[in-house]
Nanobody
Framework: QVQLVESGGGLVQAGGSLRLSCVAS????????MGWYRQAPGKQREWVTS???????HYTESVKGRFTISRDNAKNTVYLQMNSLKPEDTAVYYC???????????????WGKGTLVTVSS
């Protein structure tokens, strides 16, 4: 079994910062890309950012310049530093990982249960 557990969500005022963490645990061979998605109330889940095992990262346009994704491969952990937060960033943030369970096999998608980020105006 592979588990992703997020932490770091909370309530923050507009303009503030939060740092999310997500740790992958269980039995697996390697992790390919890791990333973050979010789902705002009444909206569909959307991709926010992702990072490859080599450190290449990509961001959705609305968070460029404000959010930074990073990962520690030794700790199987991905981070999301969120600065200059806006009320429209309010959402449940989900961690995602493309996990290779055994050598030679394709990766499989795993999700955390989410952590709530609320940005007050």
């Amino acid at each position: 079994q592979v588990q992703l557990v997020e932490s770091g969500g909370g309530l923050v005022q507009a303009g503030g910062s939060l740092r999310l963490s997500c740790v992958a645990s269980g039995t697996f061979f390697s992790i390919n890309a890791m990333g973050w998605y979010r789902q705002a109330p009444g909206k569909q889940r959307e991709w926010v950012t992702s990072i490859t095992s080599g450190g290449s990262s990509h961001y959705t346009e609305s968070v460029k310049g404000r959010f930074t994704i990073s990962r520690d491969n030794a700790k199987n952990t991905v981070y999301l530093q969120m600065n200059s937060l806006k009320p429209e960033d309010t959402a449940v943030y989900y961690c995602h990982a493309d996990v290779v369970r055994s050598k030679g096999y394709a990766g499989m998608n795993y999700w955390g249960k989410g952590t709530l980020v609320t940005v007050s105006s």
